[in-house]
């Protein structure tokens, strides 16, 4: 007991132990009904106003790569919650088997950080991995999109739309939406394009779009 409390309040591994803190607060707070479990998992979710279009384009590309690693389509604080505890524990390992018999000092320093940077990078796509079945389960439970988004018009605001990114405002009667789009057609769509939504994805979130004049079959 003694090395493992000396180890999860040394650095590196005491960083982890810290955002895990945060994090099991955090979740206490929610089960108390004192936090709005939606405000900070909103980062994640593609639909976003269009006042928020120049943070969309940002978080689209964010977005694409936590897809690629397994970490889209949930919630951001039960993403981070499972990266935070597969990265603490990583750095808890690699402090037991290897740092805590280096002699103190620059070596001992430097040799941290790069097990606390090495712990994460490994702790993302082992965190996509676990996150698998509940990422299938979370899309599951999520609400039916829009009906009525379906067949509407958008216009493309990223420089480009292709098969693996891009996004389009829609003007839905309200404050507009800013969507994730993609499309099948090889020339992909540009910035200014008009373009129509013809399918939900459910599972990565994102609409399936052709050319407005092609759907209009002029």
Known sequence: ???????VFSYPTAVYTVLLGVLVAYWLIAMLGMIDFEIIDGWFESDVEIGEAVDAV???AMAGIMAKLGLGGLPLMIVLTVLVLVAWMFSYYSDYLLL???PGGVL???????????SFVVAMPVAGLLLRPVR???AKLRPEPPRSLLGMVGVVRSPRVDARQGIAGVEDGGAGLVLQVRTEAAE????????VLIEHIEDDNVYRVMGEDE???L
């Open 188 to 195: 992909g769509f540009k910035r200014g394009d008009r373009v």
């Open 215 to 217: 759907f209009r079959g």
């Open 100 to 102: 805590r018999h280096l």
């Open 136 to 138: 299938k389960l979370y």
């Open 1 to 7: 007991m003694e090395t493992f409390l000396q180890i």
């Open 58 to 60: 940002d978080g689209n």
């Open 108 to 118: 001992r320093l430097l040799t941290g950080t790069a097990s606390m940077v090495a």
